[in-house]
């Protein structure tokens, strides 16, 4: 049984410089993902946002391409997201099951179709959880707000927690390209068939739209603390305006007594 193996082991890879170092048969690439063939008929599948992908790796051959390709990861994972899809070939006809899919034959775009989903999968579960404790946080200022009438945060650490709310956000929005499908598959019906059934099976589209609503509800929110962050602002000159007319008026009385 051949098997697919996907990780998500950082927030992103500098694939630029890893193509110029790395040596093994190029079939694809772009500004976003690298595509490779290896002396043991082994494919690896690079993202620059932080996944890499095997076919037909073990666990000692995957551990040594890590060891490669470390150096060139930004911001590494404490914690790996990982998931696994096993291919069987010389089947009757394509079949697609919970975590496996049977086919007549392969070759190296049916392949990479096949990593590529398994890769937005494990990519999903990586932003699903980053996404999580954006509306995690944002619903813990929201309650307090709810229970004092008025944010906790001052105005420095409130603007530090919005940029780093929105440096969160931005990124997941800017990664989510992935869900587009490849080239290959508007002009291959039997490929399109393919990565439509893959989607299926992973249920992205589901999972990229959850995704979506939680950043429009983390957008929501940081608009109205924002707008409390002005009023704060605005009302806090107010008071500054009124003391230094209160403090020249009490000057013109002072001047005018004596």
């Given at each position: ?162 940029g780093r709310t929105l440096n969160i956000k931005n990124r997941i929005t800017a990664n989510l390209y992935i ?75 002072v001047e005018r007594i004596w």
């Open positions: 049984m051949l098997k697919v193996s996907s990780f998500q082991i950082a927030d992103s890879i500098d694939i630029k410089t890893f193509k110029t170092v790395f040596t093994a048969e190029l079939l694809h690439s772009d500004s976003d993902e690298l595509f490779y063939r290896t002396d043991s008929e082994g494919f690896i599948y690079v993202f620059k946002f932080g996944i890499i992908a095997f076919f037909n790796f073990n666990e000692i051959q995957i551990a040594s391409f890590m060891e490669v390709i470390n150096p060139y990861c930004k911001n590494k994972l404490d914690t790996r997201l990982s998931e696994e899809f096993e291919i069987e070939i010389n089947a009757p006809r394509m079949k697609l099951g919970f975590n496996k899919i049977e086919l007549t034959s392969i070759d190296s775009n049916v392949l990479r179709l096949i990593m590529l989903n398994v890769s937005q999968s494990v990519a999903l579960d990586h932003y699903s959880q980053l996404t999580n404790i954006l509306l995690e946080e944002t619903n813990y200022h929201t309650q307090i707000l709810e229970r004092k009438g008025r944010m906790e945060l001052s105005g420095v650490n409130l603007k530090k927690y919005i869900f587009d499908s490849p080239e290959e598959t508007w002009e291959d019906e039997s490929l399109n068939k393919l990565d439509l059934g893959l989607k299926k099976t992973f249920d992205l589209q589901d999972r990229f739209q959850t995704i979506q609503e939680g950043l429009a509800i983390v957008k929501e929110n940081l608009e109205l603390f924002k707008d409390l962050l002005q009023y704060r602002n605005s009302t806090q000159l107010e008071w500054v305006i009124i003391i230094l007319i209160l403090v020249e008026v009490v000057n013109i009385f």
